[in-house]
Protein backbone atom coordinates (compact mmCIF):
# COMPACT_ATOMS: atom_id res chain seq x y z
CA UNK A 1 0.00 0.00 0.00
CA UNK A 2 2.62 2.35 0.80
CA UNK A 3 4.42 1.70 -2.90
CA UNK A 4 0.70 2.51 -3.90
CA UNK A 5 1.34 5.46 -2.20
CA UNK A 6 4.71 6.50 -3.24
CA UNK A 7 4.11 5.94 -6.55
CA UNK A 8 1.23 8.32 -6.80
CA UNK A 9 2.87 11.53 -4.69
CA UNK A 10 5.74 11.17 -7.13
CA UNK A 11 3.90 11.08 -9.84
CA UNK A 12 1.83 14.42 -8.80
CA UNK A 13 5.16 15.64 -8.16
CA UNK A 14 6.47 15.14 -11.51
CA UNK A 15 3.51 16.84 -12.75
CA UNK A 16 4.17 20.47 -10.74
CA UNK A 17 7.57 20.18 -11.69
CA UNK A 18 7.09 20.05 -15.27
CA UNK A 19 4.01 22.44 -14.72
CA UNK A 20 6.74 24.94 -13.19
CA UNK A 21 9.30 24.38 -15.40
CA UNK A 22 6.39 25.35 -18.31
CA UNK A 23 6.25 29.01 -16.70
CA UNK A 24 10.28 29.39 -15.62
CA UNK A 25 11.44 28.41 -18.57
CA UNK A 26 10.40 31.10 -20.52
CA UNK A 27 10.51 34.04 -17.92
CA UNK A 28 14.27 33.26 -18.02
CA UNK A 29 14.36 33.42 -21.76
CA UNK A 30 12.63 37.03 -21.34
CA UNK A 31 15.09 37.91 -18.58
CA UNK A 32 18.16 37.23 -20.46
CA UNK A 33 17.09 39.06 -23.38
CA UNK A 34 15.76 42.14 -21.42
CA UNK A 35 19.50 41.99 -20.11
CA UNK A 36 21.39 41.75 -22.90
CA UNK A 37 19.21 44.41 -24.53
CA UNK A 38 20.42 46.71 -21.58
CA UNK A 39 24.02 45.89 -22.00
CA UNK A 40 23.78 46.96 -26.28
CA UNK A 41 21.82 50.02 -25.38
CA UNK A 42 24.88 51.00 -22.60
CA UNK A 43 27.33 50.32 -24.77
CA UNK A 44 26.35 51.48 -28.13
CA UNK A 45 24.28 54.65 -26.66
CA UNK A 46 27.92 56.53 -25.99
CA UNK A 47 28.81 56.07 -29.27
CA UNK A 48 25.92 57.27 -31.17
CA UNK A 49 25.91 60.42 -28.81
CA UNK A 50 29.60 61.25 -29.49
CA UNK A 51 28.84 60.69 -33.32
CA UNK A 52 25.25 63.52 -32.75
CA UNK A 53 27.21 65.38 -30.53
CA UNK A 54 30.46 65.99 -33.05
CA UNK A 55 28.89 68.45 -35.77
CA UNK A 56 31.61 70.45 -38.06
CA UNK A 57 31.98 74.60 -36.71
CA UNK A 58 32.17 73.74 -33.17
Do not use: C, D, H, K
Not at 28 to 37: E, Q, R, S, Y
Amino acid sequence: MLTSVAEFYEEEVNLRLASVLAWVEPAILVLMAILVAIILISLYLPIFSFSTGATPGQ
